[in-house]
């Protein structure tokens, strides 16, 4: 298919639009599915009841360089590195699928107007959470995400990802894009107070970072920039 309009959810509603099957599966383009993934997911719609309207599974790395000891576990997710250690079944709330192997049913995605156009990957930048924006919709009309260990993946993690420049750039975007879908919620969160608690938050993360002795200072200072950009009117990080 072509797609005209430059823009990772533009492309995934392009595909949404053409779907002939009643379920729809994503995968990220550097991304390998294990030879069972799609026999799993498929699984996971007929043998859950009722019917789930999105489904996800593990990400495994493949480190094309050598993971860099600042490198957290928790940071591993802003790579779209992330495994739940969950049986099968219903996530909980403060759980979410990665858009790198999900599947819906394509009907309740359809209903949902699939995709919102305003976040998710345009060219260079790292604008994210839209496929957050979609499972809390669904969940919304009653829909249920349910976790499928067995659909597993695996995401190529490239050198230039694995520096710290791209990390900060990764979590400033992180936070204008929470910051986007707060507003768009129109959920509180977008409140004056919320906003000098985050910067409070902000300067509490810096403090930790500048007394971690630990190896994770770096990681502190990059959550610090995140809640940074969450209370700052920054519209386009570099």
Known sequence: LS????????ARNAGLARA????VAYLDDDA???????????????SHTPRPACIGGPIDAIWDAPRPGWLTDPMLPYLTVLDWQLPAGDLPPDRFIAGANMAFDRDALRAGGGFPTNLGRVGSNLSSNEELVVQRSLRARGGRCVWEPNARVRHHVPPARLQRSWFVRRYLWQGVSDRVMARAANDGSWSRRRRFRALAQ??????????AADGTPFGCACEALRALAFALPLRSPP
């Open 20 to 23: 002939r099957h009643p379920i």
């Open 202 to 211: 902000t300067g509490r993360w810096c403090a930790k970072a500048l007394i």
């Open 3 to 10: 797609e005209p309009r430059r823009g990772l959810s533009f």
């Open 32 to 46: 390998e599915a294990e030879p069972t993934w799609l026999a799993a997911l498929v699984h996971g719609f007929k």
